[in-house]
């Protein structure tokens, strides 16, 4: 099974299959260059070990061409230097989710994804940079475009419309453009594309995937902490990011030469009965629960509070309108991130007060 491919993830077998890896270790070899690790432990090894597990030779999907040296794919000190430069507001919209429901529940139901979670996220991330109107509405077409890239090819072109929009806003007012104000040209713009593609979509996956589970399987929407960290463990939106090795070194049971790749699957790390006790089961109260869905080390989430942050105003919200029920769904097609292109929920009686 190819797990650098969308088809596993869309179709709901690939967790399944890692799981059944795990059962000859917390580490497993893919190919002669590959390996995928599925142990809590060794997740946290690589993630937090900069040295010897590099992000210099890129973390994803596609190669990017990158003018200088940016955030994500450096290591420490540049990194936590650039990241220094970022900051995001300590106040958010917080009435966007209990609105955009309203409209839903008036209208019967709808699409979770198009007409609930992704301006959810988008708005949240325009209001937090200060984006709106036509900029936020193409910036978020253009990043949306990326995120679904089926192939090397298209990714490169959206890249390219993205980085040419990027340019021409060069300098306008607003948070946004001001992000990275005194780098170099190159590495502004590689910030600002950084954030964008990370600011909204995975998100708003995040919160169509927890909908589905809580509805699926007829739980409470509970607001609380414990529930929204327990609801990103149990899906765990971002499928896997990779770090090579630098030096020759031992991971698990698993000796490493210079110029391995190794992939963390966050899906199946979060899962490890090691740490987690009943990880198949969703436990809202579930505590402590030291879950990598965000990452670990230098290069954990940035925007993982703005993220908790929606997810928690999502459940608020649901808990205050009639027992919704679901309609079709489409799984997303890609191996970067779990669920849906679509999610069709229907509901009765009053909107949210
Ligand atoms: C539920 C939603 C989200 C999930 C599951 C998620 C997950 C992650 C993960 C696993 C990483 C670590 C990458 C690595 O180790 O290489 C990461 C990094 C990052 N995230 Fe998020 N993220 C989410 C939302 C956001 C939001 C809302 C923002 C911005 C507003 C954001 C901005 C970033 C940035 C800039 C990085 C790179 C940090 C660095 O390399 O130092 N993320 N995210």
């Not at 893919?30 to 890129?58: M, N, P, Y």
């Not at 927890?210 to 499928?239: G, K």
């Not at 908790?308 to 309108?321: E, G, H, K, N, Y």
């Amino acid at each position: 099974m190819d797990l650098f491919s969308a088809g596993p993830w869309s179709s709901g077998v690939a967790l399944a299959h890692l799981e059944g890896l795990r059962a000859g270790g917390p580490v497993h070899r893919l190919d002669d260059t590959r390996f995928a690790v599925l142990g809590h432990r060794e997740a946290v090894q690589v993630l937090t070990d900069a040295k010897t597990f590099t992000s210099r030779f890129g973390t994803g999907k596609f190669h990017v061409e990158v003018p200088g040296r940016s955030l994500n794919l450096s290591d420490p000190p540049h990194s936590t230097s650039l990241r220094r430069t970022l900051s995001l507001p300590s106040t958010a919209d917080r009435t966007l989710a209990r609105r955009l429901l309203t409209g839903l529940v008036e209208r019967g139901g709808g699409d979770l994804v198009t007409e609930f979670a992704q301006p959810l996220a988008l708005g949240t991330f325009g209001a937090a940079f200060e984006l709106e109107g036509e900029d936020l509405a193409r910036l978020g077409a253009l990043t949306r475009g990326l995120a679904q890239a089926p192939d090397a090819g298209s990714f490169q072109r959206a890249d390219a419309v993205l980085r040419s929009w990027l340019a021409e806003h060069r300098g306008a007012p607003g948070r946004f453009f001001e992000l990275g104000a005194g780098l170099s040209p190159g590495d502004q713009q590689y910030l600002q594309r950084l954030l964008a593609q990370t600011g909204h979509e995975s998100t708003a996956m995040a919160i169509v995937l927890a909908l589905e589970v809580l509805i699926r399987r007829d739980l409470p929407f509970d607001p609380s902490p414990e529930a929204v960290d327990e609801l990103l463990r149990f899906t765990s939106p971002l499928i896997r990011f990779v770090r090579e090795v630098t030096t020759p070194t031992r991971l698990g049971d698993v000796a490493l030469d210079a110029g391995a790749r190794v992939a963390v699957f966050f899906p199946a790390v979060n899962r490890d009965p090691a740490v987690f006790a009943r990880p198949d089961e969703v436990d809202l109260a579930r505590r402590p629960n030291p879950h990598l869905a965000f990452g670990a080390g230098p290069h954990a989430c940035f925007g993982a509070e703005l993220a908790r942050q929606q997810l928690m105003d999502t459940l608020q919200a649901f808990a205050a309108i009639p027992r919704p029920q679901l309609g079709p769904c489409v799984a997303l097609s890609s191996s970067v991130t779990r669920g849906f292109s679509s999610l069709v929920m229907r509901v009765r009686g009053a909107g949210p007060s």
